[in-house]
């Protein structure tokens, strides 16, 4: 079995999406200061690297992140890989989706953008287009992942995108790096932080990819 870690780390030179909080981390308890244990302080938003979006994101009343569906999260999906030159993802993407697929991560360009270490944020990203939403939804689509910090195209003057997959059911992952995942179908388990309390508009999550050897050759 082959494992394929694709969540981007949390720390502090992560780009974060502008206007989102900064990322902090601090030393709370330090044995080198004599206290009796290590200790960290964490300070970052919800959308903060690799993260899914909960229907609260966007909706009044919508479901929050622990209560999203764990048949949703964990479960049979499909890498598809998109080339360089394709900026936004459009109704002739999604028709590359194979049939009966419930759950599907895109490969683009963004991946490469985690592989430069670079703490700026990049807004030139790959992103759907509303009209790709429609036809995911449409699709049957359960769950859909793209490997930078949003679906939407960078300032929209409207989420058209967020809105249509989020209203259509559909669970949304930010923030993956699938610059290691050849194309191909997987079992993907998406486990959020299980964040309560009248928040969870999102969470951050640990995605992993799982393929056997045979499907990897």
């Given at each position: 079995?082959?494992?394929?870690?694709?969540?981007?780390?949390?720390?502090i030179d992560t780009p974060t999406y502008p206007g989102d909080p900064g990322i902090e981390i601090t030393q709370w308890l330090s044995l080198a200061k004599g206290d009796p244990a290590n200790v960290s302080l964490l300070h970052f938003g919800a959308h903060s690297a690799t993260h899914v979006d909960a229907p609260a994101h966007f909706i009044e009343g919508g479901t929050r992140a622990d209560?999203?569906?764990?048949?949703?999260?964990?479960?049979?999906?499909?890498?598809?890989?998109?080339?360089?030159?394709?900026r936004s993802l459009d109704n002739?993407?999604?028709?590359?989706?194979?049939?009966?697929?419930?759950r599907v991560l895109f490969k683009t360009?963004?991946?490469?953008?985690?592989?430069?270490h670079s703490p700026h944020f990049r807004s030139d990203?790959?992103?759907?287009?509303?009209g790709g939403a429609r036809a995911l939804v449409e699709r049957g689509l359960r769950l859909v992942?793209?490997?930078?910090?949003?679906?939407?195209?960078?300032?929209?003057?409207?989420?058209?995108t967020h809105h249509?997959?989020?209203a259509g059911g559909v669970v949304i992952i930010?923030?993956?790096?699938?610059?290691?995942?050849?194309?191909?179908?997987y079992e993907l388990i998406c486990l959020p932080l299980k964040i309560a309390s009248g928040s969870g508009d999102g969470a951050p999550a640990r995605v992993i990819l799982r393929a056997s050897k045979r499907e990897s050759n």
């Amino acid at each position: 079995m082959l494992i394929y870690d694709v969540s981007v780390p949390i720390a502090i030179d992560t780009p974060t999406y502008p206007g989102d909080p900064g990322i902090e981390i601090t030393q709370w308890l330090s044995l080198a200061k004599g206290d009796p244990a290590n200790v960290s302080l964490l300070h970052f938003g919800a959308h903060s690297a690799t993260h899914v979006d909960a229907p609260a994101h966007f909706i009044e009343g919508g479901t929050r992140a622990d209560s999203l569906p764990m048949d949703i999260l964990i479960g049979e999906a499909e890498v598809v890989e998109v080339p360089d030159e394709k900026r936004s993802l459009d109704n002739s993407v999604v028709a590359r989706i194979a049939s009966g697929t419930r759950r599907v991560l895109f490969k683009t360009r963004n991946s490469d953008f985690w592989n430069d270490h670079s703490p700026h944020f990049r807004s030139d990203y790959t992103y759907i287009e509303p009209g790709g939403a429609r036809a995911l939804v449409e699709r049957g689509l359960r769950l859909v992942g793209i490997d930078y910090l949003s679906v939407e195209r960078f300032k929209p003057e409207t989420f058209d995108t967020h809105h249509i997959l989020l209203a259509g059911g559909v669970v949304i992952i930010e923030g993956l790096n699938l610059s290691d995942v050849p194309p191909g179908n997987y079992e993907l388990i998406c486990l959020p932080l299980k964040i309560a309390s009248g928040s969870g508009d999102g969470a951050p999550a640990r995605v992993i990819l799982r393929a056997s050897k045979r499907e990897s050759n």
